[in-house]
């Protein structure tokens, strides 16, 4: 069973950084490229970043604006999703993923003083 748990979601405070972490199971996760996805409240999910099967390359929508770095590790089977210098943007669901093989349930970051 194909499964992805996102973690490390929270309150952040403005200015402040952040580390998503996702753990996949269920497939081998070295085959898949993966992505990040955010999605705020009324919107649509978005790609934020993607990363090769590898980890040698990767790819950001210009509407990140350089903001997002994401990584994986294939031994621990996670992808990860960093942030800094975090805007006031109110709440957003951060999901990971493969659009062929499914996502998680997403993990809830709120940048709020």
């Known amino acids: 069973q194909v499964q992805f748990v996102e973690s490390g979601g929270g309150l952040v405070q403005p200015g402040g950084s952040l580390t998503l972490s996702c753990v996949a199971s269920?497939?081998?996760?070295?085959?898949?490229?993966m992505n990040w996805y955010r999605q705020a409240p009324g919107k649509e999910r978005e790609l934020v970043a993607n990363?090769?099967?590898?980890?040698?390359?990767?790819i950001y929508p210009a509407s990140t604006h350089g903001r997002f770095t994401i990584s994986r590790d294939n031994v621990k089977n996670m992808a990860y999703l960093s942030r800094r210098n975090l805007k006031p943007e109110g709440t957003d669901v951060y999901y990971c993923?493969?659009?062929?093989?499914?996502r998680g349930r997403g993990t809830k970051v709120t940048v709020s003083s």
């Open positions: 990363i090769t099967r590898a980890g040698d390359n990767t």
């Open positions: 993923g493969h659009p062929e093989i499914g």
């Open positions: 269920g497939f081998t996760f070295s085959d898949y490229a």
